[in-house]
Structure formats: C-alpha cells, structure tokens
C-alpha cells in the first residue's frame, strides 16, 4: 500500500507534518520502536511508529532519522500522547533527509495501526495468506472462543504448507498447529527458544535460523503491539518476555514479499498476547494488593479477607480455601540501570507454569507482584489432605528452573542472573508473613550460588547454608584464599589432586578406609596426601575446627 492510502484512511488519526512530495512511497510493512537505534530490526519499507521515548533533547532527531533513512524505511509517524504535539526538531530532520513525517493523534492506539497496515499489505501481495490474516483477525476480535493463535497457525499449514508453533521465551509450548502431524518435542522448543534469545541478545536481525537433526527452522519475534509510549529502548527489558513464532522451514532463501506476511503474522498473533497481558493486571493487582497488606503487618483478618477475593480468580471451581506458597524472584544485570522488577515478574509468571502445559491459559491462574528490583507470586494449592502438613506439596526449588535453565541462560548472554526462593505452603493467612520473609532468604541462598540461574527453597534454611549468603565478599574471598590457594598452587605445580582428596575426606567424614575406596588409592597414598594438605596450611585435619574450616572453605569458593 502507498502512504497516501495511509493518510486519507481517517479512522488511523494521522496528520501530514512533512513530505508531501513522497506519499506514493509504498508501505512492505510496520514496527513500532522507541530505541535510539532500531536498525538491526528494520529491512526497509517500513512505516515507524513511536512513542517518541527515544528523544531525550532536540539532539537526538537528527541522527534518530538518519538512521532510519539508511535502513530505507518509508514514513515516521510520532505519537503525541507522549509529548504533545510532535518536536520542532524532528519534524526539521525529517524535512532534511526527505523522510515523511505523519503525527499521531494522542486517542489512536499504534496497534490499531499496525493492524491495519498489516492487513492491507498482506491483501495486495498475497491472496492466500490475506485470507488466513483476515479470518484470524476476525476469529480473534470475537472473543476466546475463536480460537487464539492456533487458528492461524492452522491456516499457515493448510494455506501456505507451512508448520509452525508459538513457544514462550522459556520454550513453553503456547500455540500449535492443530491439524495431523508429529507434536513439537519439548527439548526442541527449548533449544528453539534458547537460540531465539541468544541471537536476539546479540543484535542478529530476525528471522533467526538454526537446524536440529537435520530439521531447518526459522525464528520470528513477536513483539508487543502496544508498546508505543513505554516502548523497551533495552533489548534486556524484554527478552526474557517476549514471544517467539518457529516455523519448520528454511527462510533464508524467502523472498521479501513472504517474509514480510510472515511479520504480519506475527504482529497479530501478538494482539493475542497483549490481550492475555491485560487479563493479568486484575491478578496482578490481588497479588500487590496482598503483599501491601502482609509487609505492613496487616491483621491476619484483614489478610484473609482479601486471599477469599484471590482465590476464586485464580482457583475458579475450588471447593476448600487453598493452601499457599511464596516464590520471589530477581533479575540483575551486571551494569544496572535497567528497572528489573516488571522483568521479573514477567518471568516469574512464566516459570511457575508447569513446562507440559500448553496455551496460555495456565498462566492466568498465577498472581505475581513486584516492589522494587523483586517480583514475589502468591502460588495457590489445592487444599491438601488431613494426613499431610503441605511440606510436600506444591512447588519444590530444585525442579522449578530444570526446564528452562538452558534457554534463561542463552537470554541472560553472560552478564545477568536469575535468581529464586521458594517458601513451604501455609494454610493460613497468619503464615504469609513468615512465607514471604522464608522465601526472601532461600533467595539469598540461591544468589551465594554459581550459575546464572540459580534456586532455592526453604528445606535448606535449615542448613548451615543459610549463613554462608551473609558472609561479606571480602571476608569470602580472605576466607578462602587462606586456607586453599597453597593447595590449588601445588596442585597447578604437581597435579597433585589435594583439592579432589580434601573435598573427598571431608565428604567420607574422615575416614581413611571409605576415602581410599572413593579415591581408588592405597590408604598409604591417602596418608600422604593430607599430610601434605596440613604441611601447606598448617592445620590439622583431626580437629573438628579445622575439618569445619575446610568444609565453609570449600563450599564458598
């Protein structure tokens, strides 16, 4: 389509304030950025939308739209409920580089605009896939029962023989193809999905392609539609969020014309996914609403009240009051300067959905808030049995992440980290303070770990493990050194194996028969060994002290 079409359709709000010369420029397609540089995103012929969030002062719009040019988009239009009317400044730039410039009117949602563009470019280059566009869009708009993003997906098989799946950033399975064909094994998707957010994190322009077992597959973001004023101007705010379309097919030989339908595919089954995040702000608000309550030591009864409002939005149908868990969350960028508490809520209502479950119903029974740079979810149970005390039941650190440690450690990239806490269940609002105060310190247990995703529940609290997160890193690292550098610098030196023998004695409680066993050594060899472990450190390993010295020694290094 021509910008001039764009321009008289009066229901997109949008006013001319540059270029008027180049209105027969044809529209390939639309995105909606409030980065500084948009560019790896961009293929040209795009219309931009923005929110103008980029703009700190007059400037930034001159190189804003230089690159914009080089990357050969068609048109800017600018929002204006951001600023108002449309900076001086930018409208200048735009009239110096021949860039036409269109203002949007503050009560026109960049979604709606996208949703059109989408849908005339798919109608003039492609019949058949117009047709899939528009009865999805149809199907959507009229509610749930239209089938969400499976439906177009099964179009895109019966249409264009195309097979493709919606997968969380998690790799959770979210849509499919319904029709005949083997299902979407689940270590694909995560492997899918790990390379999505790897390529993403590293500024790879879309669609990514990667081959498992001789299978080529092709991966498309899928980004918010409505992104406009708060639009991410840092790919680390939304990669551990955003949704991914795979499709079983090679497209680095596509022509532009495919690839472009394929991005407006994508642009509406990301309509589904805005929907889906609206419906969360009501348990979004229940789950904040709590915590406000319990953290300023609220009365129980006042607490309870609000959990007999909770759980029939997220438990519909239950019979008894459920029982509760407490799971809190932090992501942390090494340089900062990202606001991490709505990342990590996004993430934690991903993660607490269970990996076998499909669509994006599961997550909707999930209520999750954030204070700060910590997301905390209210995790309800179904009411246990009279012969169990709720120890055992519900979310268990240890298997939470064991899905999705691979693909959140491809999206972390090396300099960010995931950590969690997971609280016993409480039955009763009385315990929730507890629960939340047990869930921060498993927290800061998990954060004492090594690993970029890390986890930790309240069974270790008991442990002397729940000292170690409090040791200041100075005091660590003195610790440590002391007692182990002179065994690591004579093992570099004779490949000697003392750190193998310490940890090995310690774990045999110090018996020399069970040691050597382990060790596959003589009893002699082991003799030797700790001997030369005291020579160096002068300590002895008879001493419960010492032995205790040792064991912290390690398990802080």
Known sequence: MRLRALLETDALGLRLLGGEDELDRTVRGV????????????????????????RRDAADSEPFVRILVQAGVAALAAGEAELGDVPDDLVLACARHRLPLFAVHESVAFATITEHVVRQVSGERAGDLAAVVDRHRRMMTSGPAGGGPDVVLDLLGSDLDLRAWV??????LIAGPKVAGPALPADVCGKLAAEHLAATRTGRRAPHRMTLDTTPYSLFPIRSSGRSPQAAR?????????WLLAVDADASDWPEERL????GVTQLIAVERDRRDAARTVRRRLAQEVLELVQTGAAPAEIAARLRVAAPVLLPGLGAAPH???VVARVEWEDGGIEAGPIAQSLLEEILVDPLATGPEPSDRIA??????????LVPLPAVSSEHDGSEAGIHADALLESVRHPLAAGLDGDGRVTLGVSAAVH????????LEEARHARRVAAARPGRVCAAGHQELASHVLLLPFVPDDVRRAF???????LRDYDRRHRAELIPTLEAFLDCDGSWTRCATRLHLHVNTLRYRVGRIEQLTSRDLSRLEDKLDFFLALRMS
């Open 428 to 435: 009763s609002a009385e315990g929730l303070r507890g629960a």
């Open 167 to 172: 997968l969380s950033p998690t790799g959770r």
């Open 324 to 326: 509760w868990q407490v």
């Open 480 to 486: 440590t050194a002391r007692l182990l550098d002179p």
């Open 368 to 377: 999750v808030a954030h204070t700060g740079d910590e997301a905390i979810a």
């Open 260 to 263: 472009d339908l394929l991005q």
């Open 31 to 54: 995105m909606t950025t409030d980065l500084r540089d948009p560019s790896r995103y961009l293929s040209g012929g795009e219309l931009v939308l923005t929110g103008l969030a980029w």
């Open 234 to 242: 840092d790919v680390r705010e939304t990669v551990l969020s955003d």
